[in-house]
T-cell receptor, first 114, second 114 residues
Framework: EDKVVQSPLSLVVHEGDTVTLNCSYE??????LLWYKQEKKAPTFLFML????IEKKSGRLSSILDKKELFSILNITATQTGDSAIYLC??????????????FGQGTILTVHP | NAGVMQNPRHLVRRRGQEARLRCSPM?????VYWYRQLPEEGLKFMVY????????ESGMPKERFSAEFPKEGPSILRIQQVVRGDSAAYFC????????????FGEGSWLTVV
C-alpha cells in the first residue's frame, strides 16, 4: 500500500522566515509527486515533480524530488501571513487503473505570524 | 471556465438519513475523483469514475456508499443511512485525461451528521 509521511506536522514561524517542509513516500509504481496548498477549501495545485534533482520554482516557493531516497521538500522563502495553510504532499501510482488516484500525507500546518 | 463545482457546500443530516453530494467537473473533463477528509486526517481516495463507468472504487466503504457519473449531469456520491463517523469534508476532483498534474479540486462538501 502506498504511503506518504509529512513532517513536521505543524510549524509556526514569523514573517520573513524561510521554511522547509518534508515529504517521504513509499509507492509501488511511482508516477509523480504533487504538492497542494489548502486554506479551508479546495486544495490548490502547487507543483508536480516526476524527475529527481530538477527544482521547480514559483515565486517564493520551490520544490525538489529525490527518487533515490524517496523524498521531496517544499521550500518557502520570505514567508508571509498569506502562506498560512495546510501543505499537502501526494504521490500518484502509475499502475493499472490508478491514474489520478493520489495518496496524500497528513499535511503540514504552517502558521506565519506577523 | 468555471472550476469544479460541488454542492451542497454544507449539509446536515440526522443519523439514518441519506446524503447526496453532487459534483460537476470542469468543462472538458471526463474523469472524476472523490476524496474524503476526516477531521485531523489527510485526504483519502474513495473512487475514480469516467462517464458511466466506475474505474476504481478501492477506497469506497463496502456498505452504504455509492457513486455514479451518468452520461448527462453531475457525478453523485450517495451515502445511505448516515452515521456520525461519516461527518467529513468530501472533495471532488476532475481531470481531462489520465494525468496527475491536471487534477483540479472542488471546494468540498462538508457533511455533518447529528
Amino acid at each position: 500500500e502506498d504511503k506518504v509521511v509529512q513532517s513536521p506536522l505543524s510549524l509556526v514561524v514569523h514573517e520573513g522566515d524561510t521554511v522547509t517542509l518534508n515529504c517521504s513516500y513509499e509507492v509501488t509504481n511511482f508516477r509523480s509527486l504533487l504538492w497542494y496548498k489548502q486554506e479551508k477549501k479546495a486544495p490548490t495545485f502547487l507543483f508536480m515533480l516526476t524527475s529527481s534533482g530538477i527544482e521547480k520554482k514559483s515565486g517564493r516557493l520551490s520544490s525538489i524530488l529525490d527518487k533515490k531516497e524517496l523524498f521531496s521538500i517544499l521550500n518557502i522563502t520570505a514567508t508571509q501571513t498569506g502562506d498560512s495553510a495546510i501543505y499537502l504532499c501526494a504521490v500518484e501510482d502509475a499502475g493499472g487503473t490508478s491514474y489520478g488516484k493520489l495518496t496524500f500525507g497528513q499535511g503540514t500546518i504552517l502558521t506565519v505570524h506577523p | 471556465n468555471a472550476g469544479v463545482m460541488q454542492n451542497p457546500r454544507h449539509l446536515v443530516r440526522r443519523r439514518g438519513q441519506e446524503a447526496r453530494l453532487r459534483c460537476s467537473p470542469m468543462k472538458g473533463h471526463s474523469h472524476v475523483y472523490w476524496y474524503r477528509q476526516l477531521p485531523e486526517e489527510g485526504l483519502k481516495f474513495m473512487v475514480y469514475l469516467q462517464k458511466e463507468n466506475i474505474i476504481d472504487e478501492s477506497g469506497m466503504p463496502k456498505e452504504r456508499f455509492s457513486a455514479e457519473f451518468p452520461k448527462e449531469g453531475p457525478s453523485i456520491l450517495r451515502i445511505q443511512q448516515v452515521v456520525r463517523g461519516d461527518s467529513a469534508a468530501y472533495f471532488c476532483a476532475s481531470s481531462p485525461e489520465r494525468s496527475g498534474n491536471t487534477i483540479y479540486f472542488g471546494e468540498g462538501s462538508w457533511l455533518t451528521v447529528v
